[in-house]
């Protein structure tokens, strides 16, 4: 059994800046990738920052420069940090892993955490 936690959304005016933070546990062999996506209603659910094992880091061109996504692998936590935010940023924020439990590799998901940039 495994499970992603999540923290940090919550509301925030445009050009301000929120961190959110994931924790991965459980049976975690070992942890493949991890990442961000966020929805919005009505529409699917979009990558918002990836990162592999080895750190390597892609963003989309609608964040890339505004936020960054890193990880702690001895905690098998994963980060996302957000600079000068958007309204349309406002989205449910899911993190993302890829988990190897020792029996397969799986994906998870977090329950979300809601982020809302006021104009």
């Known amino acids: 059994q495994v499970q992603l936690v999540e923290s940090g959304g919550g509301l925030v005016q445009a050009g301000g800046s929120l961190r959110l933070s994931c924790a991965a546990s459980?049976?975690?062999?070992?942890?493949?990738?991890m990442g961000w996506y966020r929805q919005v209603p009505g529409k699917q659910r979009e990558l918002v920052a990836g990162i592999n094992s080895g750190g390597s880091a892609n963003y989309p061109d609608s964040v890339k420069g505004r936020f960054t996504i890193s990880a702690d692998n001895a905690k098998n936590t994963v980060s996302l940090q957000m600079n000068s935010l958007k309204p349309e940023d406002t989205a449910v924020y899911y993190c993302?892993?890829?988990?190897?439990?020792?029996?397969?590799?799986?994906?998870?998901w977090g329950q979300g955490t809601q982020v809302t940039v006021s104009s």
């Open positions: 459980g049976s975690i062999f070992s942890i493949n990738a």
């Open positions: 993302n892993a890829l988990i190897n439990t020792g029996s397969g590799v799986y994906d998870y």
